[in-house]
């Protein structure tokens, strides 16, 4: 089993930059990929962005360009980097992973708004 705790969230004005961070324990060699997904109310769940063992990466189209994710090497860590924020951007933010099953963080809101 992996646990995940999120952090970084905030409220930023449109234009600004905003890091959120997960925190991963428990059987970590068992992580296939992690990632962030984020849902509005009402609405599904989207990938934002993943990053798998082998350093693949896929980002949403609406982030491409704007969104980094990354992560420790030991898989303790992985970040999302969120520039030129805009309003469309808020909504709750979810750490994600793939290993023997599938974890989800409690969510963090990320609030674009001037």
């Known amino acids: 089993q992996v646990q995940l705790v999120e952090s970084g969230g905030g409220l930023v004005q449109p234009g600004e930059s905003l890091r959120l961070s997960c925190a991963a324990s428990?059987?970590?060699?068992?992580?296939?990929?992690m990632g962030w997904y984020r849902q509005a109310l009402g609405e599904d769940r989207d990938m934002v962005a993943i990053?798998?063992?082998?350093?693949?990466?896929n980002y949403a189209d609406s982030v491409k360009g704007r969104f980094t994710i990354s992560r420790d090497n030991a898989w303790n860590m992985v970040y999302l980097d969120m520039s030129s924020l805009n309003p469309e951007d808020t909504t709750v933010y979810y750490c994600?992973?793939?290993?023997?099953?599938?974890?989800w963080g409690q969510g963090t809101q990320v609030t674009v708004s001037s």
């Open positions: 994600y992973c793939y290993s023997t099953t599938e974890t």
């Open positions: 990053i798998r063992r082998d350093g693949s990466i």
């Open positions: 428990g059987r970590l060699f068992t992580i296939y990929a």
